[in-house]
Structures are given as structure tokens and as C-alpha cells.
């Protein structure tokens, strides 16, 4: 086992070299002494690993003393819909998401619905781990099996209203989305055309990864082809979804949670709404404009859901595409905004591409990956950072300097020797002008 598998979000690295059911059984007994917990629901993805580990992590968490409760192959929404909906200690969903298939993940999950990050016990789990010096314990745990997709389908379809009629396409990526999209897209009366929807960990068609764009190719075609009103693709896990509008044009989150912001706070006004320090800056315009308050947070989903949590606010969103609404228990599900996004197409009668259209009000680039290997990143940021003094520093995540007519954010990677820069303006000419000169810092 290697140190590297303990993520800021989670505990990830290539099955058999990185993790395996060595340490998956160590992880189990350190995640129950850490969080003194009594019931750990497990659930796991379609990866061929991934009953494996199941069986090793259970044994740990069994051994430990806490009983297992057994969810089997599911989503990582329905594992979180778990541990919230029926108060249980805490959670477990093995998973490695949009990763390639040689990977997996163990995402911890403690009550009521927060996932543990390197700012809320990674590290002393890792050190449990390395330690390895657990105490027998005389009393061990059962695995209990629980089927939850009958409740969590209930409880989607209680609060998503009428839907019929929209014509969608989905590419489940051979990931486990269908497992519960399939039977609630049915129970509202949608009957979408379906790409890759049997689970299947080898990813024979394409990987269920969307920070890939060539991965969208198949849902755009059929989009444009069978002229839908708009496509969903759903990442491994399904605690994202990613909307492609009827042009076949990808939606990016910061524009969608416009969307969504706009029609949640005509029914909850004065709320807050969390939004990412790289989305563009219509969407504090959007959510003040709509009687909101806007929450600037720094990169990191676990973080939006603990203040969501805590603060009782009404939505966040991430720009890797994570949404996170308070009333589905603050879980990052991709198939239940997907659903809020039909049913506000739905109730306009408009095209996708109309309501989205007057959010992209600014000139941005996308998230630009730079290579720094052999260079110090934290020399880097200072560098642009002094560059740049006489604009207005927030100091969130990273550097990140604000100007009447434009703004900048650069972070570097916790895991890669890369820096991750977005840039926007109020026109092309400035934004190109901006790029071009922080491009010349980091690379010289």
C-alpha cells in the first residue's frame, strides 16, 4: 500500500499495486476506530475489483465490531440516500468514479451525510492504517443486507414534478447510473433513448469520465440526430451529471447552476447558494438578482456539502459538476439535478439553449491545466500573485485576484505537478490579453 492512495476526498490508486484487500481490510477497522461508529452502510460500483474489496472492507469494519449494512451494486447518490435517509452511522461507497478501470476508491461517509476530506480526519485515518495496531475485540459486527433503491425511488420522484413528454437521450457510460435512473425515469414517464447502460467495469464503449470531451461524442450525435430536447451523461458513480443541450453543445456547471438557482429561489428566496470560485461571475449576479445569497467556496465538493448541511442553505454546485440540493439531503446526485433540469425545460417550453443563453453574459477560457513538472508551484503562485497586486486578493483556494472588468483564479493540483488557471473578462480582446501575459509568468 502506498502513502499516495490517501486523497484529499478520498482513498483512491490502482487495484492490486496500490490498493488492495490488505488494505481495504486495514481501512475498514480504522474508518470504525476513528469514527467510533455502530453501522457502516458499503455499497460498491461494476468494477471487477470491486467485490473483492467489498468483502475485505467488510471484514474490517466486521472485526472492528460495527455491522455492515450491504446495499450491493449502486450508485454513490443511493449509498449517501443510505446513510441519510435512515440515520445510519456512516458509509462507505467503494467506488473510483470517472477513473479508468484499473482504479478504484473508497469514499467515507459519516452522519449525517458529510464525506470525510483531509480537512476532517483523512489523515488520522491514514495513520490508523500505517499503524496497524488494532485491538481484538471480542464482540464482532454482522453484515446486514438492505435494498434502498424502493425508498430512494420514492423519495426522488415524490419531490420532482411532471417530466412526461421530454425527449431525452442518456449515456450511462456503462457505469452504475442505470441502476437507478432506469426505474425512476420510468415511474415519471420518461422514456429516454439509452447509450451504454449495462454496468460494466472494463468500459467497452468509452470511459465514463467527463472531463474528457472526445467522451461526449456519441451522446452529441445522437442528440442532434434524433433532435432531443437534451442529453445527460452521467460519470461512473452518477453523482454527476453533465447536460448537453439540444445543439448538442455542452452546458457548463457554472451556467447550469444559474439555471437551476433561478427557478429554486423563486420558491425559496433569501437562501444561500454555494458556488464555485471558478464559476463565472453571473452566477452572483444570478443569485443576487433572484433574492439569493451568494457563498463563494473554494474547489471540493465534501466542503459544499458540510455548509450546505450545517447552514441549511438551498444549493451548491461545483465546476466538475457536482450539485448538491438541500432538500435531497445535500447529496451530490447526478441523477437528481439532471431531473431538475428536465422538469424546469419541461415547465418553460423552451429549448435548453434559450434559457441558457442570457447567462453567458462574459468572455471566459475553460480550465487550462499547465505543466509545471520540475518547477515549485508555490513559487509559481507567489510569482503571478505579486504580478497582480493591485487587484482585489480573496484568499480562498489558491490565488485568486479580481478586477471591475475582470478575474483570474490559479490553483495548483494536490495530486499532478500542475497549476489550473480560468480566466475571465468583459471582452475576447481582454481575456486574450491576460492569458497570454499569466501564461508568460508560469512559463518563465
Known sequence: MKKEIFKAYDIRGIYGTELDEDSAYKIGRAFVVFLRCR???????????????????????????????????????????????????????????????EYNAFKLIKKPVLQISSDSGMQDIQNLVEKNNFKEISKKGKILKKDVLEDYIAHITRIIGSVKGTKIIVDYGNGVGSISAKPIFKKLGLYPIELYAEPDGNFPNHPANPHELKNFKDLQKNVKSEKADLGVFFDGDADRSIIVDEKGEIILADLLLCLLAEDELKKHPNKKVYYDLRFSKIAKDVIEKNKGIPIMMKVGNPFYKERLVKEKGLLAGEFSGHMMFYENFCIDDGLFAALKVISIVKKSKKPISKLIEPYKRYDNTPEINIDVKGKNTDDILAKVKSAFKDGKSIELDGVYIQYSDWWFSLRKSNTEPLVRLRIEADSKELLDKKKKEILDIIKN
Request: proline fraction near 5%.
Open 39 to 101: 453501522s457502516v452502510v458499503v455499497g460498491y460500483d461494476m468494477r471487477k475489483s470491486s467485490p473483492k474489496l467489498f468483502k475485505s472492507l467488510s471484514k474490517g469494519i466486521t472485526d472492528q465490531g460495527a455491522d455492515v449494512i450491504e446495499i450491493g451494486m449502486c450508485t454513490t447518490p443511493m449509498l449517501n440516500f443510505a446513510v441519510a435517509n435512515y440515520s445510519f452511522d456512516a458509509g462507505i461507497m467503494i467506488s473510483a468514479s470517472h477513473n479508468p478501470s
